[in-house]
């Protein structure tokens, strides 16, 4: 998964940034249970993992919003899909391809032209940022969200507190971000807007497909009410 105010340090583009602390996650931000708040040895790693190894078919579409420390907020669209081990990022700033079996990746920036390649871009894009190595986890629950059941799971790296609501097949439906210096301070939200199991493409994977965008008009707007 990609962000977009760090580059391949927090996820390409839109989608490196999130995490956080007040997450409107899938679409809703729902009540949690008491006792949903575990110090996570065995539980979040195969969450986690999840966003990885998926082979699942999807296409996931979210709405933005940045709120850096200095300067003013910012709304945006962002989408990802997956097939198989393939993975393409879209921001409207960069658009990313990922071999998630062999974490080869390639991003191409929209602002200079710049394509930057390696693993660090699969990283990236492929599931959970997993350039930053990950301090603390916590697991916060099961929810039943709009686009359906996920578990949420709260990472702390040098840099950020994130928050992410994963869905039993390794879908990102939701994420935040937030300085870890100032947690309850959210610099990031990441709000699913639609989930569909087909793809708007079939050629999405290749290094030409960066040329265009295949993210339908519709999700690029903001969502109504």
Not at 191 to 206: K, N, Q
Request: aromatic share 6%.
């Amino acid at each position: 998964m990609m962000t977009a105010i760090h580059r391949l340090g927090g996820r390409v583009g839109l989608m490196a940034l999130m995490a956080g602390a007040t997450l409107i996650g899938a679409g809703q931000a729902p009540a949690l249970a008491a006792k949903t708040i575990e110090t996570a040895m065995g539980v979040v790693p195969p969450i986690v993992s999840r966003t990885h190894t998926t082979r699942a078919t999807y296409a996931v579409y979210y709405w933005n919003r940045i709120t850096p420390a200095r300067g003013e907020s910012s709304e945006e669209w962002s989408a990802e899909f997956n097939r198989g081990n393939w993975h393409r990022v879209e921001t409207p700033r960069d658009r990313m391809i990922a071999d998630c079996a062999a974490m080869k990746g390639i991003d191409l920036s929209l602002e200079t032209g710049q394509i930057v390649s390696g693993p660090a871009v699969a990283k990236a894009a492929c599931g959970i940022n997993a350039n930053r190595p990950i301090r603390t986890s916590e697991y916060l629950g099961r929810i039943d969200g709009k686009l359906g059941e996920f578990d949420r799971v709260r990472l702390t790296d040098a840099g950020d507190v994130r928050t992410y609501d994963v869905s039993s097949d390794g879908v990102i439906l939701g994420v935040t971000y937030a300085n870890v210096d100032k947690p309850e301070a959210v610099t990031l939200t990441m709000a699913s807007t639609g989930l569909d199991r087909a793809l708007p493409d079939s050629d999405m994977f290749s290094p030409e497909s960066l040329g265009r965008s295949v993210v339908p008009e519709q999700f690029k707007a903001a969502p109504k009410g």
